[in-house]
Structures are given as C-alpha cells and as structure tokens.
C-alpha cells in the first residue's frame, strides 16, 4: 500500500524525508525530524534525466518508488545504518503471471480443438469396441449351441460305453475263476516241490549236527592230550630243578665243613703261634704269609663259586616263574575254547531262527507274487480296454481342438487390437501432455522475450535520446565534452577503482609517457613548419590564382572585342576599316589584331594551363584537409572520473548496450541503494 505525496515529498512513518528537485530530477533525502542527531543536512541522489512527476513510500518504510517523464521507474531500498528500526518481515510477491487476452484465447482454442479430438477418438474407439462385443457374443452363442449339441451325442455314446463296461466285466469275471483254478493247481504243484526241497534242508542240518558233535568229541580228546602233556613237562622240569637245587645245597654244606675246619686249624696255630711268638717270630711270620696268601687264594676260588651257584639259582628261578607263565596262558586257552564253543552253540542257535524266518518270508513272498500276477492280468485288461477308449476319444476330440484353436488365436487377435487400442490412447494422452507442455514453455518464452525486448528497447531509446543530444554539439569541441561528461555520469555508474600499479610498470610507464612526450613535440614542430611551408604555397598559389584571373579576364574580353569586329567586319562585307582595341594585343607589331587561328590556339594553351592549376589547388586543398582533424570521427574515451580527476583505466569506451542502473549513496542517518527498470511514461 502507497501513500500519495501531493507535494512530491516522500516522508515515512519514523520521519524521514525525500524531497524532489522538479527540474533537475534530483531526489534530496534527509534523517528523521525526531532524531536528536539531525542537524538539518541532506544528501541529493542524481537519479533521472528529467523532471520527477510521482514519489511513493512503502508501507512497511524500506523501499522508495519514484518516476519521472524519462519513462524510468527508480528504487530506493532505505535502511537505518544504526539498525534502530525493527527487522521486518519480507514482502511475499504474489504467484500470478499476466498473460495477454490473445495467447489465453490461442490456448483456449488449442485446447478445445484437442478436446474435441479426443472424444473424436474415445467415440470412434468405443464404437469400434461395442461392434466385436457383438460380434463375439453372437460367436459364442454359435460355440455353445456347438457344444451343447456335441455334450448330448457324448452322453449318448458315454452309456453304450458304460453297457460295453459291464458286459466286459462278466466276461472278466468267468476268466479270473479259471485263472484262480489254474493258480491253485500251480500253487499245488508248488508246495509240493517245495515240501522236498525243505526235507532235503533238514536231512542236510542233522547230517551237520552230526558233524559238530564229532568235532566236539575230537576237540575234547586234543584238549586232554595237551593238559596231560603240559602236566608231565611240568614234573620233569620240577624234578629236575629239585635235583640241581640238592646238589648245590650239598656243595655249600661241605665248603661250609671246609671253612670251619680251616678255620679250626687257623686258631691251633695262632695259638701255638702266640706260645711261640717270641722264639720263632721270623719264622712263624714267613709260614703264616705263605699260608695267609694261599688261604686268601681259597677263599677266593670259594667266593668264586659261590657266586657261579647265587647264578645258577637265579636261572632256575627264572625258569620256574617261565613255566608257571606257560601253564597260565595254556589256562587262557582253554577258557577261551569253551568261550569259543558256546559262541559256536549260539550261531547255530540263530542260524535255526533264521532258517524258520526265511521259510515263513519264501510263504509270504510267494503268496505276494501270486496276487501281483492277478492284478497284472487284470490291469493288463483294463488296459486294453483304455486304449481303445482313449483312441476312440483322441478321434472324437481332435476336431474339437482345432475349433478351440481357432477360437484362442481370434481371442488372442482380439486381445492385441484392445492393447493397440490403449496404447493409442495413452499416445494420445501424452501427445496432449507434451502440446500442453509445449505451449505453456512457448507462453513463458514469449513472455520473457516480450520482457526483455521491452527493457532493451527502452535503453535503447533512452541512451539514442541521449546520444542525439550529444551529436547536437558535435561542432563545439567543449560543448561536446561537457555533453559526453554528463552522458558518461548518467550511464555509466560502475567505476572501475584505479589498481595499485608496480614500481616496475610505473617506470616504465614514464619512459614511454617521456617517448610519447618527446615524439608529440618534434610531431608539433614538424607540424608547425609543414603548416607554413603549407602556408607559403597556398600564399603562393593564391597569387598565382589572382593573376590567372586577371590574365583569363583580359583574354574574355579581347575574345569579346575580336568577336565584336569580327562580326562588324562581316556585316560591312570587310569594307570598312575595324576599330583598333583599346590594349595592345597579340600582334606583331602595335595596333596589328591577331588573326582568328592564333587567338584559338593561344586560348586552348590558356585553358589547359587553368585546368592545371585548378587541378594543383584541389591537391593542396585535399592536403590540407586530410590533416585538419574531421569532425565526424569517433571521439576517444574520457579518462576522467566524476570529479574530473584522471583514472588510469574506464570502461567508458566500451560497445556495450546501457541495461541497467544501479547506484549506493550514504545518507547522513541513512543508506539509499537505488536500482533501475524501465516502464513507459507515466503521466500526471
């Protein structure tokens, strides 16, 4: 919502004010009356080419609107630089696109024109669909008619077949009775033979009993052979160490009567020894050595073989415990024969048990085999007869099938032309989506392209308006450079700040700045001195010119004067004496005219020598033009800022078209951004 400003004030809820300069299009803007801070300053914002005709303020104080009669429709976004004021809400753009009557009536159209083709095509579909409904119905009615027809001669010939049925089962009957009379007589035949072979089975299991009970008896006698032999063995050996021990007991009693009497005979002579101790001393000493080494030799061999006997008995002990080991393993043995044998009474034992199972399993496989080959015959016969059925039955239903394969393949063509049918439809309806699609996509384009051919074309105008007023002083070198400032400061508000140049570039910089310097100077005087060599000639030529002109007129008016004589002299018939001319002419002599082929030629010479020098004058003319500046050349770019100091790089002599504005001023409490679209005029 905008609040109409009749004095072209823009003031805003928390008092600021923008105030218009009418004639040059300026907007001042202010702080808030009610801000302690204000001092009364304003800032002034260069925003139209033209005076200012409406101002509005926003609703909510954050934009500016202003127009002017230059078609241009200016805003301003004010915000406080302290942030004092109140975030507030964005404003919410509405979501609608204005679209011109004709394009909605083209789309309407567009519309019903598809609209009306599809129902074209749902009608045409729908009849075409009704059409083999009936069709197909009438077919089916032909079909079941068929059928019902076909079912009553099937039920027809089902009960001859059933009566067929029950006669070939008396026939089936009699023929089991004869074949279970022929069964019994096998089965007969059988037992008997079996009742033989059975007989001979138990002659030939007593014949074995018999056997084992000789090879028990042999088994028997073996086992006492060898307990009695163990036995004698075992009393030989026993005798026989009882013997060696004896005697070994006997040699041990008389080395042990040896020993006492020796030592015996030790004491007797001691004791004489000691009688004669100290008489025979040496002597006594010598003897008792020698009987000393050979009873030390005695007791030696004594020692000797009372280990050889320790020996001895060891062995026999061995020997002892060796047989007590065999006598115990010969134990083992015969427990492990009687354990062998009951085993042996246990095996036949299970063979009898499974000689009486396998006789009752022979019966009842037996028994089994006979009622398999009944039911052999029988499904044997059941089999004939179905075959026959079911070659009777293939013949009454391959016709029935190929009708029903008729009626599957025009089911199935039915069946695509309905998929063909949809999937037309569902083209159609993405066709109709896609047009849709299409034309709301042209619409948008359009509508942009309207836009923006608007917004250029409004530039356009506006910087052509511009540029025209520029070309208005094209004459004027300082009318045409303030005009071209101010076309600069209207239409080109990005400036490019100047970049910090390098030490190096810089010096470089001034060398070619002093080169180019030096180089316009000796240009100038160059200049200088062609200009008044240029001078002097035009002087020069000039002159020349000017006693041309003399010369020609002089020679006009002899032509005149001879033509006048001549013309006299005719008409006198050349009688009378012509009138000297009042200068002297081209004569001889003084007073002598010159004749008519003279004057001629002396005129031709005179007339190549003018177009000579007229020809040179056009040179020096076309010289001199060439090195005056030409007015209508492109100017170059103005490397000046808004306060007229130099910038060392503009963008001002870019070829670019004017699109936009957009300009940021500080304010004394406030900041104004400033952007640019183009409208129409608006009036007042």
């Not at 006997?250 to 009567?257: D, S, T």
């Not at 010598?286 to 000797?304: F, M, N, V």
């Amino acid at each position: 919502m905008l609040r109409c400003l009749t004095d072209r004030r823009g003031r805003g809820n928390n008092g600021i004010r923008c105030r218009v300069v009418r004639v040059e299009g300026l907007v001042r803007a202010r702080g808030a009356l009610r801000d302690p801070r204000h001092t009364g300053e304003y800032q002034e914002y260069q925003c139209h080419a033209g005076p200012i005709t409406r101002m509005r303020v926003s609703f909510d104080d954050s934009s500016l609107f202003c127009v002017s009669s230059d078609g241009c429709l200016f805003v301003f976004d004010i915000r406080d630089k302290d942030a004092r004021g109140k975030t507030k809400e964005a404003i919410i753009f509405a979501e609608e696109v204005l679209v011109t009557k004709s394009d909605l009536e083209e789309k309407k159209t567009r519309m019903g024109e598809l609209e009306t083709q599809v129902n074209e095509l749902t009608m045409q579909n729908e009849y075409q669909l009704r059409l083999k409904d009936l069709n197909l119905n009438e077919r089916i009615k032909d079909i079941t008619e068929k059928f019902t027809h076909e079912l009553e001669g099937d039920k027809a010939k089902f009960e001859l077949l059933l009566q067929e049925k029950n006669e070939q089962e008396m026939e089936y009957e009699e023929k089991l009775k004869q074949a279970e009379e022929r069964h019994q007589q096998q089965m007969q035949a059988l037992e008997g033979t079996y009742q033989q072979k059975i007989m001979t089975e138990v002659e030939r299991y007593q014949l074995l009993l018999q056997e084992k009970e000789m090879l028990n008896e042999r088994w028997d006698e073996q086992n006492s052979l060898l307990v009695e032999s163990h036995e004698r063995v075992i009393q030989e050996l026993t005798e026989e160490y009882e013997a060696k021990l004896q005697e070994e007991q006997m040699n041990l009693e008389r080395v042990q009567q040896e020993k006492h009497e020796h030592t015996r005979e030790f004491e007797e002579t001691k004791r004489q020894l000691e009688e004669d101790a100290d008489r025979e001393i040496e002597e006594s000493k010598e003897r008792y050595d020698a009987r000393l080494s050979q009873e030390r030799e005695i007791g030696l061999r004594l020692k000797g073989e009372n280990g050889i006997m320790k020996k001895k008995f060891n062995a026999l002990q061995k020997d002892i415990d060796d047989q007590k080991e065999e006598i115990r393993q010969l134990f083992e043995q015969k427990k492990d024969l009687y354990s062998t044998i009951s085993s042996l009474e246990k095996d036949i034992t299970g063979l009898k048990k499974e000689i009486k199972e396998r006789d009752e399993t022979i019966g009842d496989k037996e028994k089994r085999i006979y009622d398999l080959k009944k039911k052999n015959q029988e499904l044997e016969k059941f089999k004939f007869v179905l075959d026959f059925k079911i070659k009777e039955l293939k013949k009454q239903i391959e016709p029935r099938e190929l009708e029903i394969a008729d009626m599957k393949d025009q089911i199935k063509e039915m069946d695509h032309e309905l998929e063909r049918y949809h999937k037309n439809n569902s083209n159609l309806d993405l066709t109709i989506t896609d047009l849709r699609m299409r034309l709301e996509g042209v619409q948008r384009e359009a509508l942009k392209q309207r836009q923006d051919n608007s917004d250029l074309m409004s530039s356009i105008q506006r910087f052509q308006c511009h540029l025209h007023e520029t070309t208005q002083y094209i004459q004027d070198p300082k009318a045409l450079k303030e005009s071209v400032k101010k076309l600069y400061q209207k239409h080109v508000v990005d400036h490019v700040e100047p970049a910090q140049v390098e030490e190096d570039i810089q010096r470089e910089y001034t060398r070619q700045r002093e080169y180019l310097e030096k180089s316009v100077e000796s240009l100038k005087r160059k200049l200088h001195k062609d200009m008044e060599t240029h001078r002097s000639d035009n002087m020069r030529i000039m002159q020349d010119n000017v006693t041309l002109i003399k010369e020609i007129n002089e020679l006009r008016r002899e032509i005149k004067s001879l033509k006048r004589t001549q013309r006299v002299s005719e008409l006198d018939g050349g009688t009378g004496s012509p009138k000297s001319p009042k200068k002297g002419g081209f004569g001889s002599g003084p007073g002598v005219p010159p004749s008519p082929d003279e004057a001629s030629r002396e005129i031709d010479i005179q007339r190549k020598e003018i177009a000579k020098l007229k020809k040179r004058v056009e040179e020096l003319e076309l010289t001199q033009i060439d090195n005056r500046p030409k007015s209508r050349e492109r100017l170059p770019p103005m490397d000046l800022q808004v306060d007229g100091s130099p910038v060392v790089s503009s963008q001002v002599g870019r070829e670019e078209p004017y699109l936009g504005y957009l300009a940021t001023d500080s304010l004394l409490d406030h900041n104004i951004s400033g952007s640019l679209c183009t409208l129409p005029p608006i009036l007042d």
